[in-house]
């Protein structure tokens, strides 16, 4: 088969390897149909991050077609139209068995490479995973669409921790694609005021198209005090940060009210500086969100009502063959380039 493998950092090198065999009888061979780009691949390709350590095919946002079945995979077969998690649990240890899965103590990341373990991901022909985290795709979502469960079900999961309640003000730091998405499907569960900060005016254009009732600039001072008159002079009920550092941390504390929650989603600055003052003596809640724990149903069924929309985010689709120009272009964050979906074979 073909893949697409990160040879070094920063080189790629699309070529022949084998394709993967089934490693026990619960697993499945998955014919790559599409496959999207994460910001996480971009941000560890140069090793920034020591969760790219090459050689390592790269990818775990993906849907396909099954190839082949193991002996005892039950409720799929051979041509059913699927996605899956990104992450591989165990399904015994105790998070998995409280249903957490995304915090498993044997976890393995599609695509990731780092001290603990490898694990080849999506950027590829074939993939093998096991049948326990794939997902039915609904006749109505396309590949493409179906690649983008996994971004979408990381923001499904962002709400469905957060305590939100149906009026709620909501402020969103951060309009990449995860705040994008996360404010569809806030917009979907909430009628209170959703307002989102960003630095880019053409991110908060995009905002206001999916549900932002009101856009600011993340660099404006007068931004925090703006969020406070539209929420009766208090601040937002619940904040969500979707950047992951310093800077916009500070900016979404200071956009909520006292006792407000805020719910942390992106993860680029390994450590910041934060006012416990501030969180102490306003009573702020403050909710790390990692990953995905069974969204991938509701996300798959938030597209297929059409109360999501992820096509619109997609900034092209090309030829997993030309991925290594189309990192290039997300590492020089061209203008206007949001989200990238290879296709193999094309």
């Known amino acids: 088969m073909k893949a697409l493998i990160l040879k070094d950092y920063r080189k790629f090198e699309y070529t022949e390897v084998p394709v993967p065999e089934l490693r026990n009888s619960r697993d499945v061979l998955v014919r790559i149909q599409a496959a999207s780009i994460c910001g996480s691949d971009v941000?560890?390709?140069?090793?920034?991050?020591?969760?790219?350590?090459?050689?390592?095919?790269?990818?775990?946002?993906?849907?396909?077609?099954?190839?082949?079945?193991?002996?005892?995979?039950?409720?799929?077969?051979?041509?059913?139209?699927?996605?899956?998690?990104?992450?591989?649990?165990?399904?015994?240890?105790?998070?998995?068995?409280?249903?957490?899965?995304?915090?498993?103590?044997?976890?393995?990341?599609?695509?990731?490479?780092?001290?603990?373990?490898?694990?080849?991901?999506?950027?590829?022909?074939?993939?093998?995973?096991?049948?326990?985290?794939?997902?039915?795709?609904?006749?109505?979502?396309?590949?493409?669409?179906?690649?983008?469960?996994?971004?979408?079900?990381?923001?499904?999961?962002?709400?469905?921790?957060?305590?939100?309640?149906?009026?709620?003000?909501?402020?969103?730091?951060?309009?990449?694609?995860?705040?994008?998405?996360?404010?569809?499907?806030?917009?979907?569960?909430?009628?209170?005021?959703?307002?989102?900060?960003?630095?880019d005016k053409g991110r908060l254009e995009m905002a206001k198209r999916f549900g932002a009732d009101f856009v600011f600039d993340a660099a404006d001072p007068a931004s925090p005090s703006a969020v406070k008159e539209l929420t009766k002079g208090r601040g937002a009920d619940r904040g969500f940060e979707a950047v992951g550092a310093g800077a916009p941390i500070a900016l979404a504390i200071a956009c909520i009210r006292k006792g407000a929650s805020l719910t942390l989603i992106g993860n680029a600055s390994p450590k910041i500086e934060l006012s416990l003052q501030a969180v102490v003596t306003r009573q702020l809640s403050i909710l790390g969100s990692c990953a995905i724990a069974g969204e991938y149903e509701q996300s798959l069924d938030l597209m297929r009502r059409g109360k999501v929309d992820v096509r619109a985010l997609v900034s092209a689709v090309a030829p997993l063959a030309e991925g290594a120009a189309w990192f290039d272009r997300l590492y020089a964050r061209e203008s206007g380039l949001l989200k990238v979906v290879l296709e193999p074979g094309s």
Not at 83 to 93: I, L, M, P, Q, V
Not at 112 to 134: K, M, N, Q
Not at 164 to 179: M, Y
Request: proline share 4%; glycine share 10%; hydrophobic share 40%.
């Open 43 to 199: 941000h560890g390709m140069d090793g920034s991050t020591g969760r790219r350590k090459p050689p390592i095919i790269m990818g775990h946002e993906a849907s396909g077609i099954i190839e082949t079945c193991g002996a005892d995979v039950r409720g799929f077969k051979p041509g059913d139209r699927v996605t899956f998690d990104s992450t591989e649990y165990c399904g015994e240890c105790f998070f998995c068995r409280r249903g957490e899965v995304n915090l498993c103590e044997n976890r393995l990341v599609l695509g990731v490479s780092c001290d603990e373990y490898r694990r080849d991901g999506t950027f590829a022909d074939f993939v093998v995973v096991p049948d326990r985290i794939l997902y039915r795709v609904p006749d109505e979502l396309d590949f493409v669409s179906a690649a983008m469960t996994e971004p979408l079900s990381v923001a499904v999961h962002a709400a469905t921790i957060t305590p939100l309640a149906v009026n709620d003000s909501v402020v969103v730091v951060g309009a990449g694609l995860i705040g994008l998405l996360l404010l569809q499907v806030v917009r979907a569960s909430c009628s209170g005021t959703i307002i989102a900060l960003d630095l």
